[in-house]
Structures are given as C-alpha cells and as structure tokens.
C-alpha cells in the first residue's frame, strides 16, 4: 500500500468515514500543491499547447458558473423610489453646474509685463559726495604739509 503520508495513530480507528475521506482529500490536495509548485508552469504551458480544449475547460471550471449578488441593507436600499429620484435630480443639477462653471474662461493670472533688476549699494559703496571720494583716491598733499620739515 502507498504511504499518503500518515501512520498508523492517524488513522481513524471508529472507522469514521467522513473523516478519513477528509484525511485523504487534504492529502491528495497537498501533494498536488507541492507537485504544482515544483512542475506547474511547465505543465501549464504544455497542456496549453498541445491540448489547448482541455486547457481552457479547464480554465472555464475555474470560474464561478453563476454569480449571486447579495443586497445588504444600505442607505440607498432604504431609501424610497421617490426620495431616490430627488437625489438623482439633485445630482444631475450639481453635474449640470459643474460643467457650466468648467466651460466659462477662467480669469487669467496677472502677467509680468516687464522685468528688470536694480542695483541696490551697500552702505559702505554708496560715496556720500562724488568729489570727496575722488580726493580720498589720489590722496593729494594738503598746503600745510608741504613746508613743514620733519
């Protein structure tokens, strides 16, 4: 007999059919998982190509055969028709005007007609008279200073 992975303590002893049907679905599903993650691509890609029908029944018993939504008691699902028809008008009067605003031209933003840069002297560039700051750079001799001896 094959070894699907239990001992003997794990078999059921009442003879617990549903159990033991349990023990070997999980088994079997998980030596599929591992078989799948060591081949799974490969397996995937050559079902693909050489029996391409039996790769897409497969792929269509993947998805659910009918799809059951559930309503749950929400706001909306409260509300009375009427009232749901007062939100739908208050609705499209909002769009409405969101659109009229969005077709009328936007003011434009002030433009910069004319850009220059000033000069601002510091303090100690700025000369307070033009004539003295020339004396200062030629550092002429004053009269007292050319008779004296020293």
């Given at each position: 007999m094959v070894n699907i992975g239990y001992t003997a303590r794990n078999v059921d002893t009442s003879g617990n059919v549903y159990d033991a049907r349990r023990r070997v679905n999980q088994a079997f599903l998980e030596a599929l998982l591992e078989d799948f993650h060591q081949h799974g691509k490969e397996i995937i890609r050559r079902a693909?190509?050489?029996?391409?029908?039996?790769?897409?029944?497969?792929?269509?018993?993947?998805?659910?055969?009918?799809?059951?939504?559930?309503?749950?008691?929400?706001?909306?699902?409260?509300?009375?028709?009427?009232?749901?028809?007062?939100?739908?008008?208050?609705?499209?009067?909002?769009?409405?005007?969101?659109?009229?605003?969005?077709?009328?031209?936007?003011?434009?933003?002030?433009?910069?007609?004319?850009?220059s840069t000033v000069e601002i002297p510091t303090v100690s560039e700025s000369p307070v008279n033009p004539d003295q700051d020339l004396a200062r750079q030629h550092e002429y001799p004053s009269n007292s200073s050319l008779g004296q001896k020293q």
């Open positions: 693909g190509q050489e029996q391409p029908a039996s790769y897409l029944k497969c792929l269509t018993q993947l998805v659910p055969k009918e799809l059951t939504i559930e309503t749950s008691q929400t706001l909306i699902g409260k509300l009375t028709d009427e009232q749901l028809a007062n939100m739908i008008d208050t609705l499209d009067r909002q769009i409405a005007a969101a659109l009229l605003k969005a077709k009328q031209p936007q003011p434009e933003a002030p433009k910069l007609l004319e850009q």
